[in-house]
């Protein structure tokens, strides 16, 4: 009987067959997030569009636009073997540190941060490329060197180096959200590697007095740091955006009010289609849509991580460290941001991931899941090459 029951839950419980060359539940995942990112978008843009450009959807058809490129986008990444992405991790490298000096130089200024090159109608954010060249520099960089992490205590000095000078430029923009992005995935890669622990514990400290001194030597950064704890003492100053956001999770209870019935998003929530969309999906949906979109980032992780295991057991050591800086990038990136919402950590400039209005972002995350199918494709062909040499 449970043998009966388990070959019906492998035929029928599984949304990527175990035969196939594709990851098909990521891929409905993807898509999953990226229609709920449209509807969401649509919704929360529908005040300010109106305001600003007298069109209603004039944020919504530009999303649509980055959308269709996201996916063509991810359609071309999906064709380039991972091998190719190994052997120029250092070429991807030096074109975002090339467009994180560009961004200084001739970047558009858009309150009060340079973080956006126009490119014509659109705007780009090196921030978002500068994340993938990382991970994808860092497994290269892991792999040719790690004996050498394995074994020598100091052998962190030149990620460390490299992790700075990313995040000087960074800092200069500024944008600080996405330097402790950079650091994160440093530090969770270096664990998968199998670094010392003298390692890490250098580089959190390292990391934490660093964080220290940019909040103390910045008033803007303190503020919003302050303003955190108790974003009503000045809900009319410098906790507008949080205590507004929290308004719209409160007034949202456990099944919302409904989709378009957010008040919140009525010009009293500052970027409420952006770095607050998840303020408005918690008052139109509640805590159960909420939970909804948790679940599928979270699944979406998994995924990722599942992938970087398979790799690893393939000894394929570039495509494990790849697959699993992604997968940390997903979910920490999306922790952030639904943190930032809520009111559990400071104000940080960081998208939903496939969910938030943001070119830049929508694209770079859509690549960044082609090279996960196409990392789950390679392994699922090269296990399927090796059982037809067993049967054969």
Known sequence: MLNKIKTEWDKW??????????????????????????????????????????????????????????LIACYI??????????????FLFFIALGFLVAVLIFGRSINGAVRWIPLGIINFQPAELAKLAIICYFAGFYVRKYDEILTETVSFWRPAVILSVFGILLNLQPDLGSTIVLFVLTFSMLFIVGAKLMQFMFLVIAAVALFVVLVLTSEYRLKRVTSYRDPFADAYGDGFQLSNSQMAFGQGEFWGQGLGNSVQKLEYLPEAHTDFVMAVIGEEFGFFGIICIVLLLVLLTVRALKISKESLVLEERFKGYMAFGIGIWIFFQGFVNLGVASGLVPTKGLTFPLVSYGGSSLVIMSVAIAILLRIDHENRAERMGHAKIKTS
């Open 77 to 90: 990444a999906v064709q380039i073997p991972i091998e190719k992405w190994e052997r120029h991790n250092i």
């Open 13 to 70: 419980g599984r949304i990527t067959p175990t035969n196939s060359l594709y990851d098909r539940t990521l891929i409905w995942l993807f898509l999953g997030l990226l229609i709920i990112g449209f509807v969401m978008v649509t919704s929360a843009s529908i005040p300010v569009s109106t305001r600003l450009y007298n069109d209603p959807f004039y944020f919504a058809i530009r999303d649509g636009v980055y959308i269709i490129s996201s």
